[in-house]
């Protein structure tokens, strides 16, 4: 059974940086393509950002781009968020998610292209 537990969400000030993980097992991690997603209450679960399974291909979102970096560590099972110059706008639960192959495919932005779910971690940036 494959199991995504994310971490590192918190409230934190407009400017401000938070590092995300998403700890994985259950599968051979190192195969996989990664990705992180979110959801603001209302509001349909957007793409964030994936990786493919060495690390060697990322794709981010256009209002993500240059603020935020994910990167993974297939010793370690696990793939990071690091987001900075945070906006109250950035306020979402955040979501690691799977992707069905090693390599990041052409529909990596929708949400059904997705084989497993994290459960989330939340973050608030205040203004």
């Known amino acids: 059974q494959v199991q995504l537990v994310e971490s590192g969400g918190g409230l934190v000030q407009a400017g401000g940086s938070l590092r995300l993980s998403c700890a994985a097992s259950?599968?051979?991690?190192?195969?996989?393509?990664m990705g992180w997603f979110r959801q603001a209450p209302g509001k349909e679960r957007e793409f964030v950002a994936a990786i493919n399974r060495r690390g060697g291909s990322t794709y981010y979102a256009d209002s993500m781009k240059g603020r935020f970096t994910i990167s993974r560590d297939n010793a370690k099972n696990t793939v990071y968020l690091q987001m900075n110059s945070l906006k109250p706008e950035d306020t979402a639960g955040y979501y690691c998610a799977a992707y069905p192959s090693g390599d990041v495919s052409g529909s990596y932005y929708d949400p059904n292209s997705v084989i497993a779910w994290g459960q989330g971690t939340q973050v608030t940036v205040s203004s």
């Open positions: 259950g599968l051979t991690f190192r195969f996989y393509a």
